[in-house]
């Protein structure tokens, strides 16, 4: 049982143009969000995070949204840049559970 | 600051042959350690996880097991792989409080052949 899909395994933008990546979510129960970044043979890397008290969380060129009643979130990058190509993981929360679940990833690659 | 060390990188077994992965914790106590499987292709399989020393919960059921010998060493086994064993494993900390996100290791590739 996927709880949380990442239902596009790919995606292609142009430098400086907006990335959006998208995540969905069956838990009700989750309350808190995470998005990670993964490069070739390397572990995952903290990215931005948002709680289900909040719709929307911002740092830097990094915005997650949070439709809960959609059980929907998104990660917007603008402006992407070639740096930004990796393979982007969404991953829910239930506070008192310990345990993160993950989506199963959405290849990024930013074109020049 | 805090550190995640995980080893090796990369390991080649053959079917039938004993696994021992380590991971280790710097710079923190008391965290909660995970370990998660990328197959070819998928997503983060959480393996194992464990909130203090001796305590672990696995989540999947298989021929691997997990064992915390100290407060910031987690340990992942098998007494014999199979092939469908191989993929990027990778061992993470978290401080445990609410919200608080994973750190992961750089993973170690494992091929079983």
């Known amino acids: 049982d996927q709880q949380v899909k990442q239902n596009s395994p790919s995606l292609s933008v142009q430098e400086g143009r907006i990335s959006i990546l998208n995540c969905d979510y069956t838990?009700?129960?989750?309350?808190?969000f995470l998005w990670y970044k993964k490069y070739p043979a390397e572990g995952p890397t903290f990215l931005i995070s948002i709680s289900s008290i909040k719709d929307k969380n911002e740092d830097g060129r990094f915005t997650v949204f949070l439709n809960k009643s959609a059980k929907h979130l998104s990660l917007h990058i603008v402006p992407s840049q070639p740096g930004d190509s990796a393979v982007y993981f969404c991953?829910?929360?239930?506070?008192?559970?310990?345990?993160?679940?993950f989506g199963q990833g959405t290849r990024l690659t930013i074109n020049p | 600051s805090q550190t995640i060390h995980q080893w090796p990188a990369t390991l080649v077994q053959p079917v039938g042959s004993p696994l021992s992965l380590e991971c280790t914790v710097e710079?923190?106590?008391?965290?909660?350690l995970y370990w998660y499987r990328q197959a070819a292709g998928r997503g983060l399989q959480l393996l194992f996880y464990?909130?203090?020393?001796?305590?672990i919960s696995s989540e999947v059921p298989q021929n691997l097991s997990a064992s915390r010998p100290q407060d910031r060493q987690f340990i992942l086994s098998s007494k014999k792989l199979l092939l469908s064993d191989s993929g990027f494993y990778l061992c993470a900390w978290s401080a445990g409080t609410g919200g608080s996100p994973l750190h992961f290791g750089n993973g170690t590739r494992l091929t079983v052949t």
């Open positions: 464990s909130v203090g020393i001796g305590q």
């Open positions: 838990n009700s129960m989750f309350d808190y």
């Open positions: 710079g923190t106590s008391n965290p909660n």
């Open positions: 991953a829910a929360l239930i506070q008192g559970a310990q345990k993160l679940v």
